[in-house]
């Protein structure tokens, strides 16, 4: 994959306020895109999918923004919690049963 | 939804010993499996794409011969690490394409630590 492996970005965010977290995608023919949510010691959990003919999608609490004229995805989560606390990667494939290629991820600290 | 276990979870091996972690998908059928990398602080890296009945594909730079990978049924794939060093220590996590659809789901992942 396209992925290099570097030290995680930081993300500090008062819990209450809302938090975005950028991406920067690689491949312009990839058209489907997730975010995930990784806990330490755990595996990847599904937070939200946007494919490429859309420019925003809303789940509850998070909101998915697709800019596919830079390659940027971003998240959104609203009401940010401590529960939110976590690495978020983003992730990338084609038509959806190719290997998912993972950005480097952001690490997300939520104070109280 | 969906599940895909590995086994073992955590696992401690002596230094050039061989270690086989399973990816079970639990109640659907999965034709391909993606096995990857994970070091600390760092992102998933790919290791391969193991598909059902035939050899697996490796990423650049992944030794096939040291890492082993079967996918004999379409409910199984196995990662073996063989000859392990210290520098296999790392995590590792499959993820599994439900046959039909295009949706990947994620194992919990198996902790490696060779000593």
């Known amino acids: 994959g396209e992925s290099v492996g570097l030290h995680l970005p930081t993300l500090s965010v008062q819990e209450g306020d809302n938090s975005i977290i950028n991406c920067a995608y690689s491949?312009?023919?990839?058209?489907?895109f997730i975010w995930y949510k990784q806990e330490s010691g755990k595996g990847p959990q599904f937070i939200i999918d946007?494919?490429?003919?859309?420019d925003k999608r809303q789940g509850q609490r998070v909101t998915v923004l697709l800019n596919k004229t830079v390659k940027h995805l971003s998240l959104q989560i609203a009401a940010t919690q401590p529960g939110d606390s976590a690495v978020y990667f983003c992730?990338?494939?084609?038509?959806?049963?190719?290997?998912?290629?993972f950005g480097k991820g952001t690490r997300l600290s939520v104070i109280a | 939804g969906a599940v895909v276990s590995q086994h073992p979870s955590r696992v401690i091996c002596k230094s050039g010993t061989s270690v086989k972690i399973e990816c079970r998908s639990l109640?659907?059928?999965?034709?391909?499996m993606f096995w990857y990398r994970q070091f600390p602080k760092q992102s998933l890296m790919l290791m391969a794409t193991?598909?059902?009945?035939?050899?697996?594909?490796?990423e650049q730079g992944v030794e096939k011969d040291k890492f082993l990978i079967n996918h004999a049924s379409l409910t199984l794939s196995t990662l073996t690490v063989t000859s392990a060093h210290p520098e296999d220590s790392s995590f590792y996590i499959c993820?599994?394409?439900?046959?039909?659809?295009?949706?990947?789901?994620f194992g919990e992942g198996s902790w490696l630590t060779v000593v």
């Open positions: 946007i494919r490429s003919n859309m």
């Open positions: 491949n312009s023919a990839s058209d489907y």
């Open positions: 993820s599994a394409l439900q046959g039909g659809g295009n949706t990947i789901y």
């Open positions: 109640d659907f059928q999965a034709t391909t």
């Open positions: 992730a990338e494939n084609y038509s959806g049963n190719t290997p998912l290629v």
């Open positions: 193991s598909n059902e009945g035939s050899k697996a594909t490796y």
